[in-house]
């Protein structure tokens, strides 16, 4: 073999070898965002099963105007969720409106990022006055 058949040779495997590694990056990329969207899914599921409709408006509008709150919100509602709290009830809009209500007065008396016990504590509030209505 001369040089040029080897460099004919290189160059073609490493081609092969970029494609290879593209095709890697790609479909490890679309498996994430599939794993990512499939995990969105099944928030929203859970999220429609605990909400009545009107509920579940509230929180959209909340999540398209607040994201953060409204992500914050979706977590707490789902955690209550998968400890029970709800029972196989749903949570109507009054209800909602006195989440809203807690956890606005839980953020506004402190500016920074609630901390673990902020949040377990605010998560028995809710809990407690959801059961009693």
């Known amino acids: 073999m001369t040089d040029s058949e080897l460099d004919a040779i290189r160059a073609k ?8 590694q593209t095709s890697s990056n790609k479909n490890s990329q679309s498996s994430a965002e599939e794993k990512q969207q ?9 999220l429609s099963s605990l909400l009545t409709q009107e509920a579940r408006a509230r929180l959209n509008m909340i999540a398209l105007t607040k994201p953060e709150k409204g992500r914050m919100i979706e977590d707490i509602l789902i955690q209550n969720a998968r400890r029970g709290a709800f029972g196989s009830r749903k949570v109507s809009e009054e209800q909602f409106i006195g989440l809203l ?15 673990i016990d902020d949040e377990l504590h605010l998560i028995l509030i809710l809990i407690n006055t959801i059961l009693k209505k």
């Open 38 to 46: 499939q995990q969105e899914d099944m928030r929203n599921t859970m």
């Open 13 to 20: 495997r490493l081609v092969e070898l970029q494609q290879q």
């Open 101 to 115: 209500e807690q956890v606005s007065k839980a953020t506004e008396k402190k500016p920074k990022l609630i901390s």
